[in-house]
């Protein structure tokens, strides 16, 4: 690499600009590695010339569209394009192209007969690259000098994120609020300050944890950064139906809000509650009550033991034995026992070297004699 080219990685668009500084020229590239919401075209290799004319473009985090081929080029994934706006036009990027974006387009419930498509223009050219970098370089100073205006006006509202057209003429503030907001003094102050067209969206906290973006406590990427779009709402009894500890520390997100994972597994936890019996009073047996200690949701196993408040021995038995011996107490009959199948010991970890200490590699220490010791005492008396 030339030392007098400077590479920045624009994860937030999912592209790499590339700028020499002797020239000043910018080249920006595609690196779909980085982009939110990224989508995998597993439809690649079955290219059958469907939806020829359809695209998904990406901006900027989690913003994106499906918008429709009118220019005489030939567009494919990765092409940054000029695009219509509301007002004016936006630069992008081409994420995804051919079936499966007519898979996109039925997930998102999109007629693709009776919806009028935004078009796409053409390719962006130079020229319009460098404006579209020149309009991502004020985002930053743009969201700090708006954060000071809302504070001064006193408006309880933060703003989380500010993004720029492609021609730098307009720019969509993101903000979160409780409540309704008084936007008319805000948006005239916006408009005298930075001289552009304002668009103000009101986001979840979710979606901001989405916008900005961080890794979870599972060590891999925010679920609302990496590929969900509608955010469905959650309650404890999620957690309660799964039998997990309600601490709101390991149940909050970043967000400060419940974690959207919890509801990921309610279905299965559901379906199989409804095969596990509810146990109210203890089980009946000929050497005396049995008492549930714990249940194994997932597994469709119930442990009980003799003892009300220990679980020292239990013994473990499937949801459909258990429902039976519902039924054979509630019908007076008792059987015999439940000592014979206890639950199976679980192997101790034994380490493959034995019991034997780590710091047998380290070489002995040689201990010094008492006799050495003693000798050179003697010489320094003789002295």
């Known amino acids: 690499m030339n030392n007098k080219e400077t590479i920045q990685y624009d994860c937030y668009r999912g592209c790499v600009v590339t700028s020499d500084e002797q020239t000043g020229e910018s080249n920006c590239t595609y690196r779909a590695g980085c982009c939110k919401l990224g989508d995998y075209n597993w439809l690649k290799a079955a290219d059958d010339g469907t939806y020829s004319d359809f695209f998904e473009v990406r901006f900027k985090n989690t913003r994106k569209g499906i918008y429709k081929n009118d220019s005489p080029q030939s567009i494919h994934v990765g092409d940054m394009v000029i695009v ?42 130079q020229a319009d690259v460098e404006k579209w ?15 000071k205006i809302a504070a001064e006006l006193g408006l309880e509202m933060k703003i989380g994120d500010v993004e720029f057209q492609g021609d730098g003429t307009k720019a969509i503030f993101y903000y979160i609020a409780d409540g309704r907001v008084d936007f008319r003094q805000l948006i005239k102050v916006f408009a005298e ?18 916008l900005i973006g961080g890794l979870g406590i599972c060590g891999r990427e925010l679920c609302c950064a990496n590929y969900i779009t509608s955010f469905q709402s959650i309650s404890t009894s999620a957690a ?3 039998d997990l500890s309600l601490n709101p520390q390991k149940l909050a997100g970043q967000c400060g809000k419940l974690k959207c994972c919890l509801n990921y597994e309610v279905a299965n936890y559901l379906d199989a ?22 249940t194994d ?6 442990y009980f033991s003799y003892d009300k408040s220990s679980d020292a021995n239990l013994y473990p038995l499937d ?3 258990v429902r039976e011996i519902i039924k054979m107490n509630r019908n007076g009959i008792k059987p015999e026992s439940l000592r014979e199948d ?31 010791n003693r000798n050179k005492r003697n010489k320094k008396q003789q002295q």
């Open 84 to 125: 219509e706006a509301a007002t004016g036009q936006d630069l992008g990027i081409v994420t995804l192209e051919g079936p499966i974006v007519g898979r996109q387009m039925k997930a998102k419930g999109v007629d693709a007969e009776n919806v009028e498509f935004k078009k796409i223009l053409r390719k962006a050219r």
């Open 133 to 147: 970098q020149q309009a991502i370089a004020r985002e930053q100073e743009t969201m700090i000098k708006a954060r």
């Open 193 to 210: 300050e930075f001289r552009i067209r304002i668009e103000m969206k009101q986001i979840g906290v979710r979606q901001e944890a989405g």
């Open 240 to 242: 309660r139906c799964q």
């Open 273 to 294: 509650q409804s095969r596990i019996p509810r146990v109210s009073e203890p089980l009946e047996f000929q050497d005396g009550l049995a008492y549930l200690r714990k």
């Open 297 to 302: 949701i997932l597994g469709e196993k119930m």
């Open 319 to 321: 949801a459909s034995e």
């Open 342 to 372: 206890p639950v199976p010991a679980s192997p101790e970890f034994v380490t493959a070297v034995g019991d034997d200490s780590i710091s047998r590699f380290d070489s002995p220490k040689r201990r010094k004699s008492r006799s050495g």
